[in-house]
């Protein structure tokens, strides 16, 4: 019998006998306390070797942090926005220690937000051949032009550079359009609709610059490097796939520019061997009609006869609550080639007893093999219980959540009831470039201390590298030799960590 159930069975026994029988109050606290730590993701693990020295020092930092907000609440990192947070993270003893660790694989991101707004300012927006232009709106437009169109006011971006008495008001336009950073977060995303305003807003300005080929080559493959240097191995890499364009006019399909992410993938992986890859997951907006859906299922059945191993699967991305609900298109999906895994963003809203919450009961019923973010997934138990036993892990992305508005502070983020019985998670990342984060190691810090256990310790860590893995939607053989390559990492962290421990008793 399961140790858990039979520790249950225990605590109940001596509570269903308190008035009747004496017991042993404290042996039954106790008892509670061990059956929920092993109850919670990494509870399972045992240390091995010296990770028990490493946990200590590890540790002894994380309560250093608690100590001191408990002092003073407005220390808590994960309790304050992000947006204003992120300096005072960045300097965390424990964020440091989440930085150096093999942290596995990213499965929920989003291409063209996974590079800084400051990459893009400095390496995009001054390569020539860049127009602008401002639109009816007061917002800028920008465009790579061999020779300008008639449809706006086009003019050479390098040229009015040139006029310094106007240059710092465009680079600050600029900048200011493509990132969602403001001195008062909690005023200007103070809804969710607003958020997503401003998300949006910064799409539409980023990606046309974006889609010009050369630039959209450079700007994966730096995202790319940024997980890398953040000790990520591999990446399942959601993309609408737009169409990409040349100064000469040539436009490349959905499926060529999936040919680009593959490619790009190739040569990063020869040039750093220990990345041992990349997988697309097609995904394009949920806000269409059946026609334009059809379309999708074209692209998306061309894509698998193409590159039946570079696909992962397919999705639908953008404000669940003002799209399609995936019920209006279940009858199309559930009669699709069944090797197309379906990873499908469910349940990222607030609402209850909504379309979008049951986006989470079709997800399921629909064979998805990951839910993004599931937000909404502790309002429906018996969706729990079915992902549980079939092993569906939910994509979790603190950050995201938080900056868009479904959650102020991350203690009370629902994750924590999955964190707490060890749910099949991940933790992901999502948009990390468009809110001045970077790769992984951040959301993995906020999880870590806002959302897990104060008593989380380094075995839930390694959990969530593991479950990266895991869920991953590589084969089994793929699975097999990512493993190798994590297990050599982290022993080699493991390492790191006692001699950090031990040359501070020196």
Known sequence: MNGLIVSVMVIFC??????????????????????????????????????????????????????????????????????????????????????????????HAHDTALVSADWIFWNVTFRPNLYVCESSNGLLQLRFFEKPNDDCSWKLLSDLRKNKSIVNTINSKIYKQMTMLTKNPEVDYNDVDKAWSKFVQIFAFITPMLTYKPVYEDHYYEALKDLYMDNIMYIEIRSTLPNLYELNGTVYSSVETAMVYKKTTERFMSDYPNFIGAKLIYAPSRKVDEKKFDEYLTILKT?????????????????????????????????????????????????????????LIDAVLLGAK??????????????????????????????????????????????????????????????????????????????????????SDLRALKQLALNSITYSNMDVEQKNNALVVWKKKWCDFIEQLVNSSQARRI
């Not at 993701?41 to 250093?64: C, P, S, V, Y």
């Not at 990192?77 to 300097?91: Q, S, V, W, Y």
């Not at 799209?323 to 895994?341: R, Y």
């Not at 900056?403 to 948009?431: C, E, T, Y």
Request: net charge neutral; aromatic share 12%.
């Open 14 to 107: 001596f509570l269903c006998t308190a008035n009747s029988i004496p017991y042993d109050y404290w042996t039954a606290r106790a008892q509670i306390l061990i059956s929920e730590q092993k109850s919670m993701l990494g509870g399972q693990l045992d240390f091995k070797h010296d990770e028990r020295i490493a946990n200590d020092f590890l540790m002894t930092k994380k309560r250093a942090e608690f100590e001191n907000a408990f002092k003073n609440s407005s220390l808590f990192l994960p309790g304050r926005n992000f947006l204003e947070a992120r300096t005072d993270i960045k300097n965390s003893e424990v964020y440091k220690i989440i930085r150096a660790m093999p942290k596995g694989a990213v499965l």
């Open 370 to 455: 990951r839910i993004g973010h599931g937000y909404a997934l502790t309002k429906h138990p018996l969706v729990m219980e079915i992902m549980k036993q079939r092993g569906i892990a939910v994509e979790v992305n603190p950050i995201s959540n938080q900056v868009l508005s479904l959650v102020k502070d991350l203690r009370n983020h629902p994750a924590a009831h999955l964190f707490a019985n060890n749910f099949p998670v991940v933790v992901s990342n999502d948009d990390p470039g468009l809110w001045g984060s970077k790769a992984l190691s951040y959301d993995f810090y906020l999880a870590f201390m806002g959302i897990m256990s104060q008593n």
């Open 303 to 359: 894509l698998k006869e193409k590159h039946p191993t570079f696909l992962a699967g397919f999705d639908l991305v953008g404000q669940e609550d003002k799209g399609q609900p995936l019920i209006v298109f279940a009858n199309k999906l559930k009669n699709l080639d069944p090797s197309i895994d379906y990873f499908f963003h469910a349940g990222e809203t607030d609402w209850y007893g909504s379309s979008t919450d049951e986006n």
